[in-house]
C-alpha cells in the first residue's frame, strides 16, 4: 500500500520550530493536500518526506517502511517542484527520460515509456522542443511527465501551479486531479491556495506556524472550522467573524445596541457567518450600513458596518446600494459559528439563534 505516515514529526533550525510535532496519514491512491500560509512549515514538511531534509524528531514510514533516515533516491517517490526544475540544455524527451537513464534503465524501455506519458500528459507533439520554446502550461505537463513516468505510486508535488496565471490554474488543477484518479497514485499537495485545496483534495491538512490547525475534508473544513484561523482561511470570501457583547435581550454584535443573535451572554464569543449565507431582508434581522459594493458579475460582495463590526455580505447578480444606505441581515441558524474570543476554538452551540424575518 502506497501510503505515507508521519509520527510526530519535527523539524528545527536552531530555535526556531518550522515543524513541530506533525503527525498524519497520507491514504493510498488518496489526493492529501497541505495547506497553509507562507512560512507554515508546509513545504518543509513534503521535503521531509522526500528525504531532502533530515528529521529532528519523529518517525517518518512509507509503504509501511520506515524511512525517516533514508536516501532520497531509496524512498521510491516522484517530486514536482515549483520552479519545474527542467533542464534547458536538453529536448523535452530528455527531460521526461532523464531519471531512466540517471538509473540506467534501457533505451527500449525508456522508449516505451516516454510514449506513453507524453500521451497521457500531452506533451506529445513537443517531445523535440526545448523548454524554452513552452509556455508555462506546457513545461507543467513536463514536469508532471517526468514525475510519472518512472511510475512511482506516491507523488509529491510543491505549488506545481504557482506560476500560472488564474485561468491557466483552472485547466491545470482539473488535469492534476484527473491524472490521478486515473493512476491511483498517493499525492502530497503544497499550496497557500484554498481554492486548490477545496477542489482537489480528498483531505486538507491546514498547517499554522509549524502545526497542524485542522485536518478534515474539504467539506468539514468549510462547513465546521475548528478555529478563527480555519474559518478565515477556508472560503472567498472569507467567514465573517464579529465580536459579541452583552445585551438585554441576550448576546449582540459588538457596537449595537439590540437585535440579540444568540441567547445568552456575548462577551468573550465571537460570531462567525460566511458571507454567502448572509441575506438582504426587508424586516427583522440586524440593522447595518452599506460601505461599499462590489460588483463581480455573477454576484455583488456588499460590506455593510453593524455596530462596531463590518460583515460581508455575498448577493447574487447586480445589488445597486449607495455607500450609506440602510439594510438588514439576516441568516440561517444551521449556518452560523461560534468561536472563543480568547483561545480561537470553536464553541458548540448550545442555545437557539433567531431566525431572520
Not at 62 to 83: N, W
Not at 100 to 126: F, I, M, N
Not at 168 to 184: K, P, S
Not at 316 to 322: H, I, K, T
Request: charged fraction near 20%; glycine fraction near 10%; include cysteine.
Amino acid at each position: 500500500m502506497s501510503e505515507i505516515v508521519l509520527e510526530e514529526v519535527s523539524k528545527h533550525y536552531g530555535a526556531v520550530r518550522a515543524v513541530d510535532g506533525v503527525s498524519f496519514r497520507a491514504d493510498a491512491g488518496k489526493f492529501l493536500v497541505l495547506l497553509g500560509p507562507s512560512g507554515c512549515g508546509k513545504s518543509t514538511v513534503l521535503r521531509l518526506i522526500a528525504g531532502l531534509e533530515d528529521v529532528t524528531a519523529g518517525r517518518i514510514l512509507i509503504e509501511g517502511r520506515d524511512v525517516t533516515r533514508l536516501a532520497p533516491e531509496k524512498r521510491r517517490i516522484s517530486m514536482v517542484f515549483q520552479s519545474y526544475a527542467l533542464f534547458p540544455h536538453l529536448s523535452v524527451a530528455e527531460n521526461i527520460v532523464f531519471g531512466l537513464k540517471v538509473r540506467r534503465a534501457p533505451p527500449a524501455v525508456r522508449e516505451s515509456r516516454l510514449a506513453g506519458v507524453a500521451e497521457l500528459a500531452g506533451v506529445g507533439a513537443a517531445l523535440a522542443r526545448a523548454p524554452a520554446q513552452l509556455s508555462g502550461g506546457q513545461r507543467q505537463r513536463v514536469a508532471r511527465a517526468r514525475a510519472i513516468v518512472a511510475e512511482n505510486r506516491i507523488c509529491l508535488m510543491d505549488e506545481p501551479l504557482s506560476n500560472l496565471d488564474a485561468q491557466l490554474r483552472h485547466g491545470m488543477r482539473v488535469e492534476i486531479r484527473a491524472l490521478q484518479q486515473r493512476l491511483g497514485m498517493t499525492v502530497v499537495y503544497v499550496t497557500h491556495d484554498q481554492v486548490e485545496a477545496m477542489s482537489m483534495a480528498d483531505r486538507v491538512i491546514l498547517m499554522r506556524e509549524g502545526r497542524i490547525e485542522q485536518a478534515g475534508s474539504p467539506e468539514e473544513l468549510y462547513a465546521r472550522p475548528a478555529t478563527t484561523f480555519a474559518a478565515r482561511f477556508i472560503g472567498t470570501p472569507p467567514m465573517n467573524l464579529a465580536a459579541l457583547a452583552d445585551g438585554p435581550g441576550g448576546a449582540v454584535i459588538r457596537g449595537t445596541a439590540g437585535a440579540p443573535v444568540l441567547a445568552g451572554r456575548g462577551t468573550g464569543r465571537v460570531l462567525g457567518v460566511r458571507p454567502e449565507h448572509v441575506t438582504l431582508v426587508a424586516r427583522g434581522g440586524v440593522p447595518g450600513s452599506v460601505s461599499s459594493a462590489e460588483y463581480h458579475g455573477a454576484d455583488t460582495i456588499l460590506t455593510v458596518q453593524v455596530g462596531a463590526e463590518s460583515l460581508l455580505v455575498r448577493a447574487a447578480g447586480r445589488v445597486e446600494l449607495a455607500p450609506g444606505a440602510a439594510v438588514r441581515l439576516g441568516w440561517e441558524a444551521d449556518k452560523v459559528h461560534l468561536f472563543d474570543a480568547g483561545s480561537g476554538a470553536r464553541v458548540e452551540l448550545d442555545q437557539p439563534l433567531p431566525q431572520p424575518a
